[in-house]
Nanobody, 123 residues
């Protein structure tokens, strides 16, 4: 069973950048699709980006061109590089893993979740 721990969140000004990391445990990490979701106060959790074990990616329209998802299977870590951040990107960001290794965008696609990391973008 894969376990996930996010890090890298923090406070940044609008237009700035952050890189989130998702450290996984478990030898089967390389077989899982990985994704990032986020949840703003008072709102539902929403899909941000996903990457398969082979490196195929898919993004939400709201972050396309600004965020980049990647993974390093040797380090069993997934990343989310966030550039040109906006106040509306403020949320708790969650890492998730899917053993079926597809480009899923629904919460139900994912078997394992991290605890989340807070990202706050000031205007």
């Amino acid at each position: 069973q894969v376990q996930l721990v996010e890090s890298g969140g923090g406070l940044v000004q609008a237009g700035g950048s952050l890189r989130l990391s998702c450290a996984a445990s478990g030898r089967t990490f390389s077989n899982y699709a990985m994704a990032w979701f986020r949840q703003a106060p008072g709102k539902a959790r929403e899909f941000v980006a996903t990457i398969t074990s082979g490196g195929r990616t898919y993004y939400a329209d709201s972050v396309k061109g600004r965020f980049t998802i990647s993974r390093d299977n040797a380090k069993i870590t997934a990343y989310l590089q966030m550039n040109s951040l906006k106040p509306e990107d403020t949320a708790v960001y969650y890492c998730a893993a899917d053993r079926s290794n597809v480009l899923g965008t629904r919460i139900a696609n994912y078997d394992v979740w991290g605890q989340g990391t807070q990202v706050t973008v000031s205007s």
